[in-house]
């Protein structure tokens, strides 16, 4: 279902920047699984360069049953741009939920007119992928725009208008990136990375997907795949509390 998305993304990485491989724990680059209707299997991507510190993509291919494409590319710390989230997940090719946006760090109003008010001509060009949908494990205002595409969607707008707002998504990330001009100064950068850290902390503690995970991987893998890899810089709450 998301193959096309996902070499796309690839296609485009590779076109624009000199990606080296990122690390991926042992035994979290792939899995099979053989619970549920149908065999699923999960795997990972993770590339870095000097723009981007983590660039990472996940794709479950479960057949019939569900096609989930994941991905989070996170600026250098020298670069306070968004992160650009991107999560589409269709379920028996009838339930398809889009979801992509450009992740803002900090949400005063420079901040948001600098980096976020650039995607509004092109959000509006899709107002059919932009629905009053309810968030029910995120807060809306926290690490989410206004102009995020939020949507619940047939198999045949994946294919064509989802397509297209996922490369002019990614377009825009890329320019706005180029034209970004890199942190010098050193509270400026900690700034960023406090930030960054923050943002897994938050999404480690409220990704719904940890009970898919888990569903077909076992709640043992899924968490080492949360706290190692997604959201690599998240303290496990264990952890913390210890």
């Given at each position: 279902m998301y193959t096309p998305f996902l070499q796309h993304l690839e296609t485009a990485l590779n076109e624009r920047f000199r990606l080296q491989r990122r690390p991926i724990p042992e035994g979290l680059e792939q899995r099979v699984s053989d619970r549920g209707r149908c065999p699923a299997t999960i795997q990972s991507w993770s590339y870095q360069c000097p723009e981007l510190r983590k660039i990472r993509y996940t794709y479950i291919d479960a057949g019939q049953v569900s096609q989930i494409l994941n991905s989070v590319i996170y600026p250098s710390h020298h670069y306070d741009l968004p992160l650009l989230g991107i999560d589409f997940l269709s379920f028996g090719k009838v339930k398809n939920l889009v979801v992509m946006d450009f992740q803002p760090l900090f949400q005063d109003e420079a901040y948001l007119e600098k980096y976020i008010t650039p995607l509004k001509a092109l959000h509006d060009q899709y107002p059919d992928l932009s629905q009053d949908l309810e968030m029910k494990s995120y807060d809306a205002n926290q690490y989410f725009s206004k102009y995020l595409l939020f949507a619940k969607t047939d198999a045949e707008t994946v294919k064509t208008r989802v397509f297209e707002a996922f490369q002019d998504y990614l377009?825009?990330?890329?320019?706005?990136?180029?034209?970004?001009?890199?942190?010098?100064?050193?509270?400026?950068?900690?700034r960023v990375v406090q930030a960054q850290k923050d943002y897994d902390q938050y999404s480690a503690e409220r990704d719904p997907a940890s009970g898919l995970f888990s569903s077909y991987f076992g709640h043992d893998w899924s968490e080492r795949f949360l706290h190692e890899f997604l959201f690599e810089d998240a303290v496990p709450l264990a952890a913390a509390a210890g």
């Open positions: 377009r825009l990330y890329f320019q706005l990136l180029e034209a970004a001009e890199p942190l010098t100064a050193p509270a400026e950068i900690q």
